[in-house]
């Protein structure tokens, strides 16, 4: 089992990085609590209003909007399990998520890909998936598997299926899809329990994980709430993961984004312990800043490396296992 090497301790030597300061995490959770209290968030799936209402929060059927107390918030923070394990087909590639270990995994939900054979730029068909998948198992560097591309020659509407399948029969490492919905989640789960030897196995084993983005800013959409709902029933890891942008979709500034997307994960990981107490999941961020000119995504820049370092922080700062994008 890998549990790779520890990033960001404080040594006698070597270089360490330390964006937030104690006094500031705690401002950050403060403001954070106060937004969920306060502004709430809004919460589409109607399943989802209910368990926040059952559980004591304050929850407006017109506007949809869920008003979260402080103190759920933390219940599910400290509910939420420091450590989980991401295991790959083959036991040499099983992960430790935990404190400041730190993996890699390759970049996910590409859109378009240089054919190796004629050089052309074109739209992925699932045999590129295939192809990638073979390329991710061989290389040592990549300690996990996400979904690379999407296949666009099948049917759209169960196209996680058709991803699903490409990748976790062709790769032994640890598997991370985004499958659309609750319901083609379990589907997915049904296909993992056949390649491990059985539901029980894959309890023993979970070779697949799931990753949810709210909408910023502030909205957890039907889907995003069954995935995080079915992750948690069944048990398996959910990264709920933020894609904000300062100056778009969140406040310019640093602190100002850090709690728009602070508060996305966290009611994200209260519904997760609402749904099932001590269910794993990873504090997840795409966040970056918006270029104000193209009104696009900026990755690879210095604001989403802050952005990244200071998500990486909150996590610690939660004793919850993360993920962040890199440049």
Known sequence: MKRSLNAGKQRNGGLSLNILTEDELDQ???????????????VEDVTARDRFENAGARVDRDSQIVRIPPHLVEEAIRSAPSKVILAGRDPRHDLVLEGNRVHFTNFSEGVKINDPHTGENRTPVKQDLIDTARV?????????CEKALGAH????????????????????KHCAFGPGNGRLLN??????????G?????????IVSFTTCPVSPLKLITDCCEIIMESARNNVVCNILSMAMAGGTAPVTLA?????HNAEILSGITLSQLTRRGAPVVYGS???AMDLKMAAATVGTPECA???????????YYALPSYVAGG
Request: negative net charge; aromatic residues 4%.
């Open 306 to 316: 802050l952005i990244s370092g200071a998500v990486a922080r909150l996590a610690r």
């Open 28 to 42: 950050i959770h403060l403001g954070t609590l106060d937004l969920l209290e306060t502004t709430g968030i809004y």
């Open 153 to 172: 020659d099948v049917n759209q509407a169960v196209v996680p299926l058709h991803n699903a399948e490409a990748y976790l029969t062709h790769t032994t």
């Open 136 to 144: 991710i198992d061989y290389l040592d560097e990549v300690d996990f």
């Open 286 to 288: 795409s966040t970056t």
């Open 187 to 196: 589907k997915i789960l049904e296909m993992a329990a056949a390649i491990v």
């Open 198 to 206: 059985g539901v029980k196995r894959l309890k023993e084993r979970p």
């Open 256 to 260: 100002g984004t850090l709690v728009t």
